[in-house]
């Protein structure tokens, strides 16, 4: 099987070291194993992508020296291909609306019970007040929610390979702690034509990627990625989690951070290989 990956991000600030880093680190990977390197433009939520971000993550990755296949995937072309995986999902009797505001979920939470997991990978792990909703009840500004407890019902014993530093190896999934420390995901987001989960999963495979090169922060929803893969009858790939840059106080960089954005190094005359030796990597 030919190693193929990508480089994934979202047009909405200029890429930092820590992007620098990822891309980086998958095109090496994917030339050291004579693979294919591609780059995915992840806009599906067009209410905060811009153009000419979309623009510049071009131009940064082109004068770090990467090059990818063409046409580039864009996230935001692709609604039929995330509404099909949602309806597959709604007639598996797994989906459900939700109009709770994140207000409302936290109100819902209550008091903190001593050893229950408060948070997930999507912030607050949802307490499952619409849960009972029919999808007929849809209303315009509702989310579609995973009812994860169904969805257990449906899995076999599943693992995933992982080949990153922290987690190397074979990883079962826990049905019980999946359902207490995830909860139910959401799969459509207001005004989206899907979420995170959802349309990453959904474009893996459409892209034929069998390795998954991305930030130890993703580590926690890859379990989530899995369970939406067997259950779209998708081959998961290997996954591969890195380390993040951090700035000068332990902090991981985020886009808001520009004083560590690739432009600003490049305008201030810095080279692809000072960028290289800034995030850890051989020229």
């Given at each position: 099987m030919t190693f193929k990956t990508r480089f994934a991000p979202s047009p909405t600030g200029p890429l930092h070291l820590g992007h620098a880093y990822s891309a980086l680190l998958a095109y090496d990977m994917a030339r050291l194993s004579d693979g294919e390197f591609l780059l995915r433009i992840e806009d599906i939520d067009q209410g905060?992508?811009?153009?000419?971000?979309?623009?510049?993550?071009?131009?940064?990755?082109?004068?770090?020296?990467?090059?990818?296949?063409?046409?580039?995937?864009?996230?935001?072309?692709?609604?039929?291909?995330?509404?099909?995986?949602?309806?597959?999902?709604?007639?598996?009797?797994l989906t459900y609306p939700c109009s709770c505001r994140r207000s409302d979920i936290e109100l819902a939470a209550g008091a903190p019970q001593e050893g229950v997991p408060q948070f997930g990978p999507?912030?607050?792990?949802?307490?499952?007040?619409?849960?009972?909703?029919?999808?007929?009840?849809?209303?315009?500004?509702?989310?579609?929610?995973?009812?994860?407890?169904?969805?257990?019902?449906?899995?076999?014993?599943?693992?995933?390979?992982?080949?990153?530093?922290?987690?190397?190896?074979?990883?079962?999934?826990?049905?019980?702690?999946?359902?207490?420390?995830?909860?139910?995901?959401?799969?459509?987001?207001?005004?989206?034509?899907?979420?995170?989960?959802?349309?990453?999963?959904?474009?893996?495979?459409?892209?034929?990627?069998?390795?998954?090169?991305?930030?130890?922060?993703?580590?926690?929803?890859?379990?989530?990625?899995?369970?939406?893969?067997?259950?779209?009858?998708?081959?998961?790939?290997?996954?591969?989690?890195?380390a993040l840059i951090r700035d000068d106080v332990g902090k991981r960089l985020a886009k808001r951070d520009d004083a560590r954005a690739i432009r600003k190094y490049r305008d201030e005359g810095a080279t692809p290989v000072d960028i290289r030796k800034m995030v850890g990597l051989s020229a």
């Open positions: 905060r992508c811009r153009p000419h971000w979309e623009t510049q993550i071009y131009e940064d990755l082109t004068w770090l020296g990467l090059d990818w296949s063409t046409p580039v995937m864009r996230q935001s072309d692709r609604a039929d291909a995330y509404t099909a995986a949602l309806k597959h999902l709604s007639e598996m009797g999507d912030g607050r792990i949802y307490p499952g007040s619409c849960r009972t909703r029919a999808l007929s009840d849809q209303g315009a500004n509702d989310v579609i929610r995973l009812n994860m407890t169904k969805a257990m019902a449906f899995l076999p014993k599943l693992s995933f390979e992982e080949t990153g530093p922290s987690h190397m190896g074979a990883h079962m999934i826990n049905p019980q702690h999946l359902i207490q420390s995830v909860g139910d995901i959401i799969l459509q987001r207001r005004g989206m034509t899907g979420s995170y989960h959802l349309s990453v999963v959904v474009d893996d495979a459409a892209q034929g990627i069998t390795r998954v090169i991305r930030g130890e922060d993703l580590w926690e929803a890859t379990k989530i990625h899995v369970i939406l893969q067997y259950l779209l009858s998708l081959s998961s790939p290997t996954f591969h989690h890195h």
